[in-house]
């Protein structure tokens, strides 16, 4: 039973009485539980993922030691911004949408007049 840690960000309180109530908050938005069932886990989950439907709003992210997957760290996220989890090599990489760095078009001008 690996440790679990949950960290929320900018979240409704219902989120914090009910990770609180199974795990220990160790600092705002984040919780750790070091003994707890894959069961559990999931259950706990299963909650967190059916609010953050229904609410939309804030991030949450969880993560234990998981010996099967990439990088030994088992690993679900909510929220924004929106990230995509990519194994590489036996390590974790983070993907993300790069913003549009395209120039605006261009546009006619009329040069500059002095008389």
């Keep these: 039973m690996p440790l679990i840690v949950v960290i929320t960000r ?3 309180d219902r989120y914090r009485g009910f990770l609180g109530s ?3 908050e160790l600092a705002p938005g ?3 539980q070091p003994r707890m069932s894959p069961g559990v886990r999931g259950r706990i989950w299963t909650v967190v993922e059916e609010w953050h439907g229904r609410l939309r709003r804030g991030s949450i992210v969880m993560c234990w030691a998981e010996s099967a997957s990439a990088g030994g760290l088992g690993l679900l996220s909510l929220g924004e911004p929106p990230k ?4 590489h090599e036996n390590i974790l ?3 993300r949408a790069l913003p549009s760095s395209r120039p605006p078009p261009p546009t006619s001008f009329s040069p ?3 008389p």
Excluded: F, K, S
Excluded at 84 to 87: A, K, R, S, V, Y
């Design 30 to 32: 984040v919780y750790a």
């Design 112 to 114: 500059l007049h002095i």
């Design 93 to 95: 990489l983070v993907r």
């Design 22 to 24: 199974a795990m220990l």
């Design 84 to 87: 995509e989890l990519t194994p």
């Design 10 to 12: 900018d979240v409704e």
